[in-house]
């Protein structure tokens, strides 16, 4: 992981999802000019239609930490609604396409944002950390 490095906030469980299962499309209204190492945090909200989904409902009986960074990815690709090209896309969306995924062995709490932000240099070194260590 080099930088530079954004972040995305989440909402639960697609924070988990992602970080702990097979979720490797996020779905957004908009498409980013990034491509590159993220950082995946887990929101304070947590999605209450989220037990409508099957693919979710194995995350919802499990801890979903929240306010903290869960897990490291790249960006790799994003690209617009071409129909489900997976099981957790959805029609309508800007499919973010994720590689790589890591869960961090210790969550780092820290404040997230909307939209794709920075990370402070201080958590990203703190990630490296974490990831060194596992």
């Not at 299962?21 to 498409?31: C, F, I, L, P, Y």
């Not at 969306?93 to 890591?102: E, F, G, I, S, T």
């Not at 932000?117 to 060194?132: F, G, K, M, N």
Request: with cysteine; proline share 11%; aromatic share 8%.
């Amino acid at each position: 992981m080099s930088a530079p490095v954004r972040a995305l906030t989440l909402w639960q469980p697609w924070a988990s999802c992602i970080a702990y299962g097979t979720k490797r499309v996020e779905n957004r209204s908009w498409a980013p000019d990034y491509r590159g190492w993220i950082l995946i945090h887990a929101g304070m909200t947590t999605d209450r239609h989220a037990h409508e989904l099957p693919l979710a409902r194995p995350f919802l009986v499990r801890p979903q930490p929240r306010g903290v960074v869960v897990a490291v990815g790249r960006l790799v690709d994003c690209h617009p609604s071409d129909g489900y090209c997976t099981l957790w896309s959805t029609p309508d969306q800007w499919h973010w396409k994720l590689a790589d995924v890591r869960p961090l062995p210790r969550p780092l709490a820290c404040p997230g944002a909307r939209g794709l932000w920075t990370p402070t240099p201080q958590l990203v070194d703190a990630v490296r950390e974490v990831l060194a260590r596992a």
